[in-house]
């Protein structure tokens, strides 16, 4: 593997969740700060209640994503096995997504690779639903040098001698406890972790009009929210 890397900036989203004022603000920040390209890790469905907006936003500026556990979900008719509560938000979502979403969620790819990056929504066991737990054990057993992936909501960037690991956190629904928007910034080589406020209120207004109670969405105010009412 070369010691140099090509220059090149880029900006890493994930785990947006039908959560549009977050992905508003994340990508307003991202075009302030004169970033260009845009990866997507997955999972811009699921949970809170602009599944289309956010659809439509990624889709209009072409922003290349993968397929992560909730897309599927909703993509083709699937469940969580996990959480009640999360099929009730994908319940909600298939009520209200339209058939060219729902076609293009259908069509993401698994993983995306570059000559600089390998992107995946859970991990390189299991691409879609895997909580992936990084070590320099588990990227030894894989070619490459920059690896990205979500599904866990928790921010994270480490080095592994040469090989550089991302999870820039959830754009939607943050489990770490800081309840701002998380996405991440790759430059000269090294991520960066970033986040940025966001209007929670007017997600809280919408899931309510929605017919959601606060148990669906009070978590965003903390940081901590994960749906785990049980099948």
């Given amino acids: 593997m070369s010691s140099t890397q090509p220059r090149r900036r880029a900006a890493f989203i994930s785990d947006i969740h039908g959560n549009f004022a977050a992905l508003t603000a994340v990508l307003a920040e991202i075009d302030a700060m004169g970033i260009e390209e845009i990866f997507c890790a997955g999972d811009v469905a699921g949970y809170y209640s602009e599944v289309n907006e956010c659809c439509d936003s990624l889709r209009a500026r072409g922003i290349p994503t993968v397929l992560g556990n909730h897309d599927w979900y909703l993509g083709g008719d699937g469940h969580c096995q996990r959480s009640k509560s999360a099929n009730d938000c994908l319940d909600y979502q298939r009520k209200v997504v339209t058939d060219e979403n729902r076609a293009w969620l259908r069509s993401l790819p698994v993983a995306i690779e570059d000559e600089l990056f390998r992107i995946v929504h859970g991990g390189w ?16 057993q894989l070619e490459g040098a920059n690896f990205v992936s979500g599904h866990t909501h928790v921010q994270l960037s480490s080095k592994f001698g040469q090989r550089s690991y991302c999870n820039p956190g959830s754009v939607g629904q943050p489990r770490d406890g800081d309840p701002r928007a998380a996405f991440a910034e790759f430059l ?22 929605a017919g959601f109670e606060e148990y669906y969405f009070g978590g965003l105010y903390s940081g901590a929210e994960r749906l785990t009412r049980r099948l």
């Fill in 125 to 140: 066991e299991d691409p879609i639903d895997e909580y992936l737990e990084p070590s320099a054990e588990y990227f030894d």
């Fill in 188 to 209: 000269d080589g090294e991520f960066k972790l970033h986040r940025v406020a966001y209007d929670i209120d007017s997600v809280a207004r919408k899931m309510e009009a």
